[in-house]
């Protein structure tokens, strides 16, 4: 059973920086999944896509409310994902969740199969 934990969610200035992490057990990513991703979801909303990265190439995916301030990566030896968040705004905040994916659309909530119990960004203005 694939086990994801997030870390790094904090209360932080708006124009500050986070970094966010993503450690998986049970099993290497790169053999559990094809694509990891970060979701968020704030109070009242539904989750929503934020980064996604594939488990064997380089490729990244971002929701057009993140590009050139979130940068996503990936340590295959430490099995784990990061998400880097620069120049946040209030409305980044929310409950940050990772999840693994075999099949589907990194977009969707639904391709995914293991999910962590998130990790809380709060971003003030």
């Known amino acids: 059973q694939v086990q994801l934990v997030e870390s790094g969610g904090a209360l932080v200035q708006a124009g500050g920086s986070q970094r966010l992490s993503c450690a998986i057990s049970?099993?290497?990513?790169?053999?559990?999944?094809?694509?990891i991703g970060w979701f968020r979801q704030a109070p009242g909303n539904d989750r929503e896509f934020v980064a996604g990265?594939?488990?064997?190439?380089?490729?990244?995916s971002y929701t057009d409310s993140v590009k050139g301030r979130f940068g996503i990566s990936k340590d295959n030896a430490k099995n784990a994902v990061y998400l880097q968040m620069n120049s946040l705004k209030p409305e980044d905040t929310g409950v940050y969740y990772c999840?693994?994916?075999?099949?589907?659309?990194?977009?969707?909530?639904?391709?995914?199969?293991?999910w962590g119990q998130g990790t809380q960004v709060t971003v003030s203005s």
């Open positions: 049970g099993g290497t990513f790169s053999a559990s999944a094809n694509f």
């Open positions: 999840a693994t994916a075999r099949t589907g659309d990194w977009r969707y909530v639904t391709s995914y199969d293991f």
């Open positions: 990265i594939s488990a064997h190439t380089d490729t990244t």
